[in-house]
């Protein structure tokens, strides 16, 4: 197996406090990993560090093999970094079809076209347009996002960085907010991706991280508290008493 | 060389005292509020007015002046500034901007386009020595009112409960309001007070600057200097703002005449691409 | 009956407001006192705001030439405003009368240029003689960054070394400056025997208190300067200060002739300020028009008119004048003033007359 | 026991629309209520409508049987009606500390005693609002609602982004507030089973009317009104506004 | 399904196809779009005797189309733009003046160098907040002003730039007086670079700028080089703003200080956001309304014109710039419907 994104020694102080606490870890090609953790742990503020969002205090990051510490956030999207956040970022007065099509075509390379009519590429619409009939986005796809129901302005969130076609994907919370009965359709379709990807789920939800990933980390504090197989994590005691509490799975 | 640098002090509390009330409205409100200058102006007129025709002391108006203004900065605020709150910044220019014209055109139709002469009391004409130096009392009056008013300032409304009020109320006025903030009133006194300040600012800047009806225009942008170098949010950011600008200004007049007119906007423009929310911002954004 | 027409362009807001002013109130103060009919004309007045800036005046006085077809155009407040349509008047064949502008430069600019103003150099001269005749050995120059202003630095240092005296300094303060303070402290430290001032107009008071404040009349020195600096329009809220200021200039509210005393009692009757030099530029102005429709009998032509104008003479309320035939410039006396209190209320009190002065510069250059 | 809150006929909405139709309910002191239903359900814009932040288009609203239709926002805060918002809306420029200070009312509820209840708080004391993590804003969200010493405490989705041993914890917290303080609440939930065995009551609300109202042991132990409400006969209408 | 996917009232074929269609009917001209270009060029033969006012509307409708393309479509405050309008009518004022005065070579010249000085200021903008943006461009505009002010030997100082001559436009026509040529001259250089500024923002590259405006942070997030863009629209927007300035020095054929000064930069904003922010056409409009206001009022009282245009923006604003503007459309609204039919 490869490596296809990889932290050494990543450490990231907020003044006094250290929000990333030397972490060191491999995430290998193609698995479904969780990244899990108490409240205010350092999950969020990892995958920042991870996409370039902030700038790490120490340590590196390296994405398949390449050194891409100090790489700016948008050249790490075009080297298959791609991310959702915890609270939608999205284009409130674009469509869906807009904002997915930009993302196929600024991938593709033709951002910078300005002589051009956009849409104007037959392959950038179609692959736009398969993208948002996988998410069940093509009846709205003409409608401006900020109208659109939070639920569907989820799945946007996610198709937009699908569109990105990421070979690792960063997933923060994607299911806040959602209804019970469509968090597991998102994660069905995120977990239909090519098997050569690899995702990093945050969530909270532990239904679902524990029917979406292979291997949990555990972050407590800032540092890397443990990483393993789904199952022995979920039973671990020491994860119990620091997350899980008496309710937990497993 | 003391003298330059209380001149320059001078200068700088000049410009902090016509600005300060825009780092209330503008930093602590978010409310761009360019017809700043026309509450300066309703300050400088009420004073020349009152000590010209009635004959009031130049002390009784300094009060007086900042009373007139925050009246006026209530009844505008609760009848139109209050509607404008939650639009975009540009709404806010265009308004303003609307209000400084009818300002200048109005007081112009009523007052006469010349410029109004106040006589500061003997007590404030006059230089004394200090420090090797000889600095204008009445400059020297203007430093110690400011330095209290910093301190006044900062203490009321940054420190206090009141303060936060307001900056909650700013960040999102629907829940300050759900979590009991009385938004209403909080604006009101704030933006009075802010109005309240430039009226005293004007009535204590009209002997240095001059005042006629075109003084909202001729300032806007040196107001603007200072809150924007000051970093928004804060008093004491303006206050050093001021300082560092009227000494750099009046230094560099007297000597490199030659550059003076730049030296205000050089310092701007490198302030804030070394730190583009200026200077004394605290807490850094994610 | 025929009309004639005068396009009339002033700035009447922004920051030369109180020119356009001036200037308006004397307009049609001269109609009302004169008619609105000569040699058989009518005469209308088309009054317009340039807002001080050079591109609308050019527009302005386009539209007037093209749409409304004047047969004058009368005004302007500034230098540059003036300049901007000097192009207009010599394609369009028309007098561009310039009652305000004062750069010596601007006559130069098109042949149907008449100014009833003054220039600087002309007025500035007179100081820089008196001065140095005047016990006044040391002056540092003080005046506003831009032509007018180095119009005036020039000419007086020039006319002073000349004399025999010495400019320390020569010091330029940036027109859009708000405080003189480290201008003065520079004079005080070059200690002069005076200090010589241009400022335009709206500046005066604000450079009479910060120059009374920074103790300069204490520490001897003298303020001398032109008469913009103590404007009549300005010079009773100037205040105390100013007294005792010596300047030259060639018109005062307080000239003491019969003409100037009607003038002054009807201009204050009409509005509710007193005239200064700029309401008497305008005054003059159409003044000099009626007089050339008198002579050409009522033929408005653009080149008759102006040949009419140059060469011509009267009395206006500021003394006796002429029009220079070669420079179109005007000829006038300069009165030697100083401020003083009369019946409450300040003026500039003349005591010296250097008689029909002309444009310094120009009789320079034809040396 | 006596009235705290009363609905009567309450409608709302925004703008032209209606959400909320004809909605009446009763809680009594030191009661508390879980409020279920779909997304979109209507659930945010009733409780909004009590704290006095959207439109009311009808109905009147009784706190303590004194009328708070015509009340403003803060007013009814002053009565004593705290809120949790849903979307937690933590004052960005304030301080963790400042958001709390700055709308605490006198009361057994302090800043210290919401430090000690979560004291990754006490940590993150002066923490702009916004250099908070996600769920450290909703503990933030709590805990400000807990300091201004309401007699009424409505909470929009408190568990949403906690970690699932701070759910169990605030969770505790709240049955002990409600039974040993007095404190009436109502409690916003996506997940009926989760918050079923800390209220008394529930009330399941659907296209802005209510179609469910009991004590929450009955609603939990009755299958067939979950299967309804929640489970999979629910999805087949589709959601929509009303 | 739901009222929202009515709205998209294309037949369904393919989502492919739909998502194509949708996509082109954005960048559709629509029939009022050549009804105002037809009336800006009807108004030769309308209005004869307004061609100077209409040339002076013309160089602001492309001076706040320049600003539009920042503001509207990028996000970028700025109180500086004459800057551009400044160096680009001091180039083509210069030309002018040293004998080169074809008035082609002007534009060009002063779109260069108004774009050299936009790429070399536009990376002080890239941080910072809008209030910063305001006075950074305030500030660079109001130096310019000095320095123009201070070498009066090249710029004639507070004076103005004297003697400047331009030849006949494509050697042809001379500039007269009644301003015919000028606007002709000024309507056809607004008119192309507007089809430049349409095309533009129909584009990928159009398209990626919008994004950057609403959310640089997911712009970033999906590859988009935020600064890249915003230097490039920067640096073409100032080149629109010279290109302006230089029309303004040429159909005056005078330069003064002027054309830099704060005044300058606020009325081109209040014009633009008078007319509508980030449609391109608001420029236009607000030009013209803007300087009909102006023209009217400062016919009627010269001295207090201000007045009423402050008055104006007031009213506008409290009843709501959005609200008139869905007003006028359901004015216009049957009017549509009938074309429709
Ligand atoms: N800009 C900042 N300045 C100071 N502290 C910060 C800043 N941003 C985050 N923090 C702190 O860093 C810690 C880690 O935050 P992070 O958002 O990564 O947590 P998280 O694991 O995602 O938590 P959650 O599950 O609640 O979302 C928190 O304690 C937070 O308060
Ligand atoms: N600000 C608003 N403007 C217009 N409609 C709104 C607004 N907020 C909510 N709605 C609509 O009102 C209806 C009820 O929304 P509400 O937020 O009250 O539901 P909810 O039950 O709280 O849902 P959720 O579980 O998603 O929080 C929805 O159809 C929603 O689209
Ligand atoms: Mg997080
Ligand atoms: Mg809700």
Known sequence: MTVALETRNLVKRFGGLVATDDVSIAFQKGVRYALIGPNGAGKTTLINLLTGVLRPTGGAVILEGADITGMAPHRRVQNGLARTFQINQLFPEMTPLQTVGLAVSERQGHGREWWRLAGGKREVIDEAAAILERFGLTDVMGAETKVLPYGKQRLLEIAVAIACRPRVLLLDEPAAGVPEEERHEILDIVGGLPDDVTILLIEHDMDLVFSFAQRIAVLVNGGLFMEGAAKDIAADPRVREVYLGEGGHG | MVTILFDGIAYGMLLFILACGLSVTLGLMNFVNLAHGAFALAGGYITATLMNRAGFSFFLCLPIAFLFSALIGVALERTLYRHLYDRSHLDQVLFTIGIVFMTVSAVDYTMGSGQQMINIPTVLRGRIDLLGGSIGVYRLFIIVICGLLTLLLQLALVRTRFGSRLRAAVDDPRVARGLGVNVNLVFAVTFAIGSGLAGLGGALGAEVLGMDPTFPVKFMIYFLIVVTVGGASSITGAFFASLLLGIADVAGKYYVPKAGAFIIYAIMVLVLIWRPQGLFVKGATR | QETVKIGVILPMTGPSASTGKQAEAAAKLWIQQNGATVAGKKVELIIKDDTGAPDVTKRLAQELVVNDKVNVLLGFGLTPLALAVAPIATQAKIPQIVTAAATAIITEQSPFIVRTSFTLPQATVPMAQWSAKNGIKKVVTLVSDYGPGIDAEKAFKDEFTKGGGEVVAELRVPLRNPDFAPFLQRVKDASPDAVFVFVPSGFGSAFMKQFAERGLTQAGIKLIATGDVTDDDVLNELGDSALGVVNTHHYSASHDSPENKAFVEAFKKANNFRPNFMAVGAYDGMQLVYKALEKTKGNADGQALLDAMKGMSWTSVRGPVQIDPETRDIIQNIYVRKVEKVGGELFNQEFATIEKVKDPVKAAKKQ | MAELLGLDHVAAGYGLATVLNDISLSLADGRSLALLGRNGAGKTTLVNTIVGVTTMKGGAIRLGGRDITRLRPEQRAHAGIGWVPQERNIFKSLTVEENMTAVARPGPWTVARVYDMFPRLRERRRNMGNQLSGGEQQMLAVGRALVLNPRLILLDEPTEGLAPIIVDELLGALKRIIWDEGVSAIIVEQNAQKILSVTDDAVILDRGLVVYAGPSAALAADRDALETHFGVAGRAGGRGAA | ?341
């Open chain 5, 1 to 341: 399904m739901t009222d929202i996917a009515a709205a998209a009232a294309v037949p369904q074929i393919s989502p492919a196809a739909d998502a194509r269609l949708m996509l082109a009917a954005a960048a559709r001209w629509r029939w009022w779009e050549f009804a105002v270009w037809i009336a800006a060029l009807a108004a030769i033969v309308v209005f004869p005797r307004n061609l100077l006012l209409l040339n002076e509307i013309a160089i602001l409708a492309l001076f706040a189309l320049s600003l539009d393309l920042i503001l509207g479509f990028a996000g970028i405050v700025s109180l500086g733009h004459a800057a551009f309008f400044g160096v680009g009518a001091y180039a083509a004022g210069l030309l002018g003046k040293f004998g080169y005065g074809d008035p082609f070579l002007g534009l060009a010249a002063a779109a260069a160098v108004a774009a050299v000085l936009g790429f070399a200021t536009s990376f002080l903008l890239l941080r910072g907040s809008d209030l910063t943006r305001l006075m950074v461009t305030l500030g660079i505009a109001l130096m310019l002003l000095e320095l123009a002010n201070r070498e009066a030997w090249l710029t004639g100082g507070a004076d103005g730039l004297q003697g400047v001559t331009i030849g006949p436009v494509l050697g042809l026509f001379d500039f007269d007086l009644s301003g015919r040529t000028a606007y002709l001259y000024s309507l056809g250089v607004l008119f192309v670079l507007f089809l430049l500024a349409r095309r533009i923002i129909h584009s990928p590259f159009g398209l990626s700028l919008r994004a950057v405006k609403q959310n640089p942070l997911r712009a970033r997030a999906i590859g988009i080089s935020v600064a890249v863009r915003l230097v490039a629209i920067y640096t073409l927007s100032a080149a629109f703003a010279g290109v302006a300035g230089a029309l303004s020095a040429q159909t005056t054929q005078y330069v003064s200080l002027e054309v830099f000064d704060f005044i300058r930069s606020a009325d081109v904003m209040l014009v633009l956001v008078l007319g509508g922010v980030g449609y391109l056409y608001g420029g236009i409009f607000g030009a013209l309304i803007f300087k009909l206001m102006q023209d009217y009022l400062s016919a009627i009282t010269p001295q207090y014109w201000q007045f009423w245009i402050g008055l104006v923006l007031v009213i506008l604003v409290l009843a709501g710039r959005e609200r008139i503007g869905a007003q006028l459309t359901r004015l216009f609204a049957p009017l549509l419907r009938w074309r429709r039919a």
